[in-house]
């Protein structure tokens, strides 16, 4: 099998849009910045979760709080693709942006 990273696919990525949380932005790691994704673990009742890159606990901010089930997953988890695909797209708050973004 051949790997190729960035290699277009089938289906297009999905759409994570964090400007609906208003002026929380993108939930990313306060130590080394990684953004949350599928591979970090959440702990104290999904409270806090853990950086999977550089093993920092996080707070998860009110607005992106969500209970866990009994097997230790968020109950929404599968209404949140950042945390179910690998790759998908963030829609970013404009602080996000160094400059417009510009024509193909």
């Known amino acids: 099998a051949v790997v190729q990273p960035l290699a277009p ?3 297009p990525l999905p759409v994570v849009n964090f400007i609906q949380l208003g002026n ?3 939930i990313r ?3 080394c910045l ?3 994704n599928p591979y970090v673990a ?3 009742g999904g409270r806090r979760w853990i950086c ?3 093993r920092n606990p996080n707070t998860v901010p009110q607005e ?3 209970p866990l089930d009994a097997n230790g997953l968020r109950r929404d988890l599968f209404m949140r693709p950042e945390l179910r695909n690998a790759s998908c797209d963030f829609l970013a708050p404009a602080e996000y942006m160094v400059r417009p973004p510009q024509r193909p």
């Open 29 to 31: 790691c306060r130590s």
């Open 64 to 66: 992106y709080y969500c």
């Open 52 to 54: 999977n890159m550089c």
């Open 42 to 44: 959440f702990s104290e």
């Open 34 to 36: 990684t953004y949350i």
């Open 9 to 11: 696919t089938d289906k």
């Open 24 to 26: 929380l932005g993108v």
